[in-house]
């Protein structure tokens, strides 16, 4: 079963706005990561925030952890037509060994 | 080298077909696994490797068979499969656990 839901389910926005998807999940954490994906291929890693951390920031992204809400949200700031893709967050509630993915929110950039 | 290679891109078989996926990483993980990937969801586990034995296989059918055979190296061997599990397969790898994974690029299979 799936441990995130990730909201929306799908965003569209102008080139130059900035985007947010937030994941919400069920259990106990140790770190949750985010991960971009292009349509039909493999996954890349954005950046993970470990249960102590609460913000973390990497070139335009940036990422909150709320544990007490259990959530977390991804922020793209000034898109470009290249952050078309979906993104998932990723949690190893399941496990140590396990990583179980959201739901996914599908991004597009209008030019 | 910080890519994780997966053969083939495509592959289309029969039912009774005997067919294998092979992943390679050369980044030093001991961690490596397999995903599902059906359009418009999220991956699925199914097996994860650790120090090359299995540690993890989520109740997946006996028609997909893993195989660890070095540190570098993972296949999913392939035997009678069903249309529904026609989806992208992606190999992955990671340092250890609680690490970010390096995804390969996926096989999509297709299941006549």
């Known amino acids: 079963s799936q441990q995130g839901e990730e909201d929306p389910q799908a965003l569209s926005i102008q080139e130059g706005e900035n985007a947010t998807m937030n994941c919400s999940y069920k259990t106990s954490i140790n770190n949750l990561q985010w991960y971009r994906q292009n349509s039909g291929r493999g996954l890349v890693h954005l950046i993970l925030?470990?249960?102590?951390?609460r913000e973390k920031h990497s070139g335009r992204l940036r990422v909150t952890l709320d544990t007490s809400k259990k959530s977390s949200s991804l922020l793209i700031t000034a898109s470009r037509a290249a952050d078309t893709a979906s993104y998932f967050c990723a949690t190893d509630a399941g496990g140590n060994e396990k990583l179980t993915f959201g739901t996914g929110t599908r991004l597009t950039i209008i030019p | 080298d910080t890519e994780v290679t997966q053969t083939p891109k495509h592959l289309v078989m029969g039912m009774t077909n005997k067919k294998s996926l092979k992943c390679e990483q050369h980044m030093g993980h001991r961690a490596m696994y397999w995903y599902k990937q059906k359009a418009k969801k999220p991956p699925e586990l199914m097996f994860v490797?650790?120090?090359?034995?299995?540690?993890i296989n989520e109740s997946v059918p006996s028609r997909f068979s893993p195989e660890c055979p070095n540190s570098s190296l993972l296949n999913l061997h392939l035997h009678a499969l069903q249309p529904e599990d026609s989806a992208l397969y992606l190999c992955?790898?990671?340092?250890?656990?609680?690490?970010?994974?390096?995804f390969g690029p996926g096989t999509r299979l297709t299941v006549l």
């Open positions: 992955a790898s990671s340092l250890s656990y609680n690490y970010e994974q390096f």
């Open positions: 925030i470990r249960s102590n951390e």
């Open positions: 490797y650790s120090y090359e034995k299995l540690s």
